[in-house]
């Protein structure tokens, strides 16, 4: 048994250290946290001094009777947990779940897993800092008071099955105004002048008017002055320039970089970086430093003058300007520098290519320019035109990287001819073109991080499962607008002659930006409404702060909490009481066949038209809203429209053909048959011959085109693109496939793979009880009986379960029938009030 136990959180990083380490240690992982606040409780002492209940769950039990019992073998324990505060709460879950001594106790961090910092993390072993461990604890606990005492606020006065969280709340509140004030946007028009000229060396080049004219008659008005005028260089500066690098990557810059240049989601982005830091190829990636260390910055510079030469190398230091900066790492860098690229899989190498570039470019000299500005004067003696364009004359960093920007609108400059002052010019056109102001961008995921961070609003560790919450709980969505089209005219002058000319543009398309839905916008001006100092960006910062200020030593962890709760539960007890229920609900008019109030709303199942209301004598009528409708633009018009449906279209082939809303969209009926609509089709203009061609369309889709095993082969597309459906099975057809032309031989193949691949991913089949274990995706497995699947966590081994020990997990987990109970509002319990706190040693 080897004498010293090293704990990490994941087992690919503890397959890493393992190579570095000798056989007198053992490095075993402990799946992230051990420990946390129960699921189905408060778990706060609330009444006392805020103290937290913390238990193992079910899914770890067995990883920490195995720890427990390493840990006893073992003369000394590692506890080897991330750089940070949620490391520093592991190690010290770890320490107390595992009954650890002092004396045989050691913690050690790093920043990187390369050998050399692991052996010099062992020499250097410290204590379990407790400041980080209560700061963390701050964090937990006041996360979990707002989140238990806000979502049965929500349950009760706007819809079952909503939450509500701290950060979560705040960064839906960030979509929802910006969604407001594009909806209120109004655009203007004015007119943007651009021109096409010849140099005497019979070169051309581009010049634009530096302010935009702003009616379509002063456009027509400075063409018409321009008819037969002549133009020359009036003015002619150049002046050097330089452009210095980006520091390198903080948690922050990464997200949004891999954004622009790689089109990473932010979890993908955490995700991949990880796994290079659990491969020992990158440093930590959960850090808000720009810092780089003197051996880091020694190893660049010896990479960059290996690669590029002297004069390309700088040594830089960078100074953060994040709000409420804390952690004391380095910035993302590679661990070795003469690795430009890395053989590995395609996003993670990609990524780690971004961060090698953006590290080393940092280290190197700025790029020396030359700005070229052109004012060319008219004869009619309009306003000048100019030309902007600028030379490379040193390359510097730009020879690695450069980096991308978020704003849509900005221009890039060119090249310029060379021109000289007094030269004549040859006016080849003239363009005045009608533009329109833009509403404000849809925040990215990428753009929604960077104005958390400006903000002071979560941390390097929250911004990625921030964003993914809002989205998992539908508040928020990725967008899919196609955009309008609109008209606008351009004049332009050319030979003598002004002409005009209508053009049409695609405008509002934002595929990809993350969009408010119904429910998003209504939890928000709920709690905004009643909880506007939780939801308020300064009071969110401050928290952030007083977290920093405890991981200090600055302040004690419980003092603020209950200078929290003293306010924060009163505030909940008198919204519970008095808030009016109907949230969110527009009066839109009045029904003309019975006189009731038409109204949209929250409904249980989603956004709703209503006539009439629950205190009417009569039951209100309902309809649900289409898919691209939501409660905060649907016209009367088009609500009423809604009752009229589902409207019968008349029958084909003996059977009745209808057309209606549903949940995903508009679609015909036809028999047993549901045929959906073309995106965009209003279903009130569907007659019956439209709905017999998508009748006939879906009959054809739908005929076998084999037969196999006397079993018919249909086709198709899906939302995970085109597939073959044989036996209640779909197979994918991938792009090795040519799925317009199928052969039979590629429709037996594809057939013949799937079956083999469904008879491998089966670990153990019950035949006689109706049970089988199968394989899943990311080294995990599941249970699946009947109906009901149970998914395994990835520490336990699936090939090794019995059936007894199969058929207790699913008499635990397998969900329970229950008679349907009024839900009540969660009771308060007082934990237990033994090793919860970190004390100081």
């Not at 006016?427 to 995921?445: C, G, K, Q, S, V």
């Not at 054809?700 to 209640?728: C, H, S």
């Amino acid at each position: 048994m080897a004498k010293n136990l090293v704990i990490v959180e994941s087992p690919a990083k503890a397959k890493t250290i393992e190579k570095f380490l000798g056989k007198d240690f053992k490095v075993e992982s402990s799946f992230g946290h051990i420990a946390d606040l129960p699921s189905k409780e408060l778990g706060v002492d609330v009444d006392g001094d805020f103290k937290p209940k913390y238990t193992v769950s079910d899914d770890k039990k067995k990883v920490v009777r195995n720890l427990k019992s390493l840990a006893k073998k073992a003369e000394m324990v590692w506890l080897a947990s991330d750089e940070d505060r949620e490391g520093e709460a592991i190690a010290w879950h770890l320490e107390q779940e595992l009954g650890l001594k002092p004396a045989n106790t050691k913690r050690i961090v790093f920043h990187e897993i390369t050998k050399n910092a692991i052996l010099k993390a062992i020499e250097n072993p410290r204590d379990i800092d407790y400041d980080l461990v209560n700061a963390q604890q701050a964090r937990r606990v006041l996360d979990r008071l707002v989140g238990y005492e806000l979502s049965p606020v929500l349950w009760r006065k706007v819809k079952g099955g909503l939450s509500a969280g701290r950060v979560q709340s705040v960064s839906v509140r960030l979509i929802v105004e910006r969604e407001r004030e594009i909806l209120d946007f109004t655009p203007e028009a004015s007119y943007r002048v651009d021109a096409e000229f010849t140099n005497e060396e019979g070169q051309s080049f581009r010049a634009k008017l530096p302010k935009n004219i702003q009616t379509k008659e002063q456009a027509q008005e400075f063409l018409k002055k321009n008819l037969s005028a002549t133009f020359k260089v009036d003015a002619l500066t150049k002046k050097p320039a330089k452009k210095s690098p980006a520091p390198p990557f903080t948690t922050s810059t990464l997200q949004q970089e891999a954004s622009r240049k790689l089109y990473f989601s932010v979890s993908k982005t955490m995700t991949m970086a990880q796994r290079l830091y659990e491969a020992g190829l990158i440093t930590y990636m959960r850090t808000d430093s720009v810092n780089l260390s003197k051996d880091a910055k020694e190893a660049a510079k010896a990479e960059i003058i290996s690669a590029y030469g002297d004069s390309y190398s700088k040594e830089r230091n960078y100074k953060g300007k994040s709000k409420g900066a804390q952690e004391a790492h380095e910035a993302i860098r590679p661990t070795d520098f003469a690795k430009h690229r890395v053989n590995i899989d395609r996003d993670q190498a990609r990524l780690y290519e971004l961060i090698w570039k953006r590290a080393i470019a940092s280290q190197m000299s700025e790029a020396q320019l030359e700005r070229t500005n052109v004012q060319i004067a008219s004869s009619a003696g309009t306003d000048n035109l100019t030309a902007n364009g600028e030379v490379l004359k040193f390359e510097g960093f730009l020879k690695v990287y450069l980096e991308g920007h978020d704003d849509e609108d900005e221009e890039e400059t060119g090249l310029l001819p060379a021109l000289r002052k007094g030269e004549t010019l040859l006016n080849n056109y003239i363009t005045a073109t009608e533009r329109f102001t833009r509403p404000p961008y849809r925040y990215t995921e990428a753009s929604l991080v960077k104005k958390l961070e400006e903000l002071g609003i979560g941390r390097p560790s929250t911004y990625a499962p921030t964003i993914t919450t809002i989205q998992n709980r539908k508040y928020v969505e990725k967008g899919s607008v196609d955009g309008t089209e609109r008209k606008y005219a351009q004049l332009t002058l050319e030979n003598d002659k002004v002409s005009e000319k209508q053009l049409t543009e695609t405008v509002g398309s934002d595929k990809g930006k993350l969009v408010p839905t119904d429910v998003g916008m209504v939890v928000n001006d709920f709690l905004v409404q009643h909880f506007k100092n939780i939801l308020d960006y300064n009071f969110t910062a401050k928290v952030e702060q007083d977290f920093d200020d405890i991981a200090e030593g600055k302040q004690e962890w419980t003092e603020m909490m209950k200078d929290f709760y003293k306010d924060f539960h009163p505030q909940v007890k008198h919204v519970e009481e008095h808030a009016d229920r109907e949230v969110g609900e527009r009066v839109l008019g009045t029904d003309p066949a019975t006189g009731k109030p038409v109204s949209v709303r929250l409904g249980k199942f989603g956004p709703m038209v209503q006539i009439g209301s629950v205190e009417d004598d009569e039951k209100p009528q309902f309809a649900s809203l289409g898919p691209d409708q939501n409660l905060s633009n649907i016209t009367y018009e088009q609500a009423m429209d809604l009752f009229k449906l589902p409207k019968d279209l008349g029958k084909y082939e003996d059977m009745d053909v209808a057309v209606n809303n549903g949940r995903y969209g508009p679609y015909v009926k036809f028999g047993e048959t549901f045929v959906s609509l073309p995106k965009g089709r209003d279903p009130m203009d569907v007659d019956l011959e439209e709905a017999i061609e998508y009748i006939k369309e879906k009959q054809k889709a739908d005929a076998p085109i084999y037969m196999y095993e006397d079993l018919p082969v249909q086709k198709g597309t899906g939302r995970f693109g085109p597939f073959i459906k044989w036996n209640g099975m779909f197979i994918n057809v991938n792009k090795k496939y040519d799925f317009d032309n199928l052969s039979d031989e590629d429709i037996v193949e594809l057939i013949e793979v799937k079956k083999q691949k469904e008879i491998d991913k089966v670990i153990h089949n019950f035949e006689e009880e109706g049970i089988r274990v199968e394989k899943a995706r990311w080294g995990r497995s599941n249970i699946i009986k009947g109906k009901t699947k149970i998914e395994l966590p990835k520490t336990v081994d699936a090939a090794a379960l019995t059936l007894e020990e199969v058929q207790d997990i699913i008499a635990k987990k397998a969900p329970k029938k229950k008679a349907v109970k009024k839900k009540a509002a969660p009771k308060k319990k007082t934990a237990p009030k033994k090793k919860t706190t970190a004390k100081k040693k």
